[in-house]
């Protein structure tokens, strides 16, 4: 079986000092996924994590930091003149390479397939530091979607040294890609170790939140459907809302001005409709324990709501997350108009349809994932370097 997980103990050789562990972010949801990987190195006897924000999406970043409790030790901020993903990688890789300059580093740890990531597997890569890619091995096998994460995480694999795979499937695909087995770990995704700590906490509903019988939560963001894709998916949502008189939406907008500008012309304007900013993560979790279904493009939600038996429709053609497919937890229904609205039609009029969906699965993982991760950054990175 490839990449056995490691155990959660602490044995191995002697440490005589704490190994800096460079644990960079640039987005709400590299925060979401790093939190209990970065708490579990500071609380280890031979690690120092050391927390490095990227500007990528500074004021969803800097929130959902706050939400965990985390402060970043540096910034590197990113001056989007242009809103060019050029900007942001240049920018970042240059800062990073810059701060690496004067540190003794173990190695550097980053989550997913952002640009941010792309740019800090290349500067591990060129300063011969190892890197840990966390989420490791996600592929949809399309260049182009999603756009352009499947390019970043393909990037990202050449220069990994720790490949933190979350399912069997992704460890596969490392596999079939030529990644030696010994370089990967089977570790479950830190999404979950997320989810399930702040469910447990009960966190309360956003004030916002609608009071309807069927409260779907949408979330949709990705820059491969910006224009007439998405215009097209909204109005089939708006068109649910005026044929269902119980259902409504509660849609926390990301702020980017392609999201933006078409959620507020196409779904402004409905009282059953609320348009909201991007919610605090307990929030978020409140919302998809009280809602009917999610509709969303989002990987992450397509990994969290499946866990708390949420039915999920996917704003999207493929996916790199096949084992919520395979769950039946998650559907992908695309951006056209017909095939989302028969979706939500088949859900609201067969019991039993959304009944097979609505039933918690875990496919990607027990809540254990930073505990795997932390260990084999210490077996098969620090042990050796210090050896």
Not at 22 to 49: N, Y
């Amino acid at each position: 079986m490839p990449g056995v997980p490691a155990d959660g103990g602490e044995g191995g050789a002697l440490i005589t000092h704490k190994a800096h562990c460079i644990c960079v972010v640039g987005t709400r949801p590299e925060v979401i996924k790093m939190a209990a990987l970065i708490a579990r190195l500071d609380g280890s006897d031979w690690a120092r994590p050391f927390v490095v924000s990227i500007g990528q999406h500074a004021e969803l970043l800097d929130r959902a930091m706050a939400d965990f409790g985390l402060v970043a030790d540096h910034h590197v901020f990113i001056d989007r003149q242009r809103g060019s993903i050029l900007e942001v990688a240049s920018q970042a890789m240059d800062g990073l390479d810059a701060l690496l300059d004067g540190m003794d580093a173990a190695c550097v740890i980053a989550q997913g397939d952002t640009t941010t990531v792309m740019a800090t597997a290349l500067v591990a890569f060129y300063r011969r530091l190892p890197f840990v890619h966390v989420e490791a091995g996600l592929r949809t096998g399309d260049m182009q979607a999603p756009f352009p994460e499947e390019f970043n995480r393909r990037v990202a694999a050449l220069g990994t040294r720790l490949h933190c795979a979350p399912t069997e499937g992704s460890a596969q695909n490392l596999l079939a890609e030529g990644v030696p087995e010994a370089d990967i770990l089977l570790s479950g995704n830190t999404v979950i170790d997320a989810l399930l700590a702040t469910a447990a906490q009960r966190p309360d509903l956003p004030a916002d939140f609608l009071k309807v019988p069927r409260p779907i939560l949408v979330t949709a963001h990705r820059r491969e459907s910006f224009g007439l894709r998405m215009e097209e998916a909204f109005g089939a949502l708006r068109a649910v809302v005026e044929q269902y008189a119980d259902i409504g939406l509660f849609f926390p907008v990301h702020p980017n001005p392609n999201t933006l500008a078409l959620a507020h012309r196409l779904l402004g304007g409905h009282d059953r409709i609320v348009l909201t900013r991007p919610l605090a993560y307990p929030q978020l979790v409140a919302a998809m324990q009280a809602s009917w279904i999610v509709v969303t493009d989002s990987g992450g939600l397509q990994e969290e709501a499946p866990a708390l038996g949420k039915p999920v429709l996917v704003l999207r053609d493929v996916t790199e997350r096949p084992e919520a497919i395979a769950s039946g937890a998650v559907q992908l229904v695309g951006t056209d108009r017909s095939r989302i609205l028969r979706a939500i039609e088949k859900l609201y009029t067969d019991p039993a349809a959304y009944a097979r969906m609505a039933k918690p699965v875990f496919p990607y993982g027990d809540g254990k994932a930073a505990e795997r991760i932390a260990a084999a950054i210490r077996q098969r990175i620090v042990v050796v370097n210090e050896g």
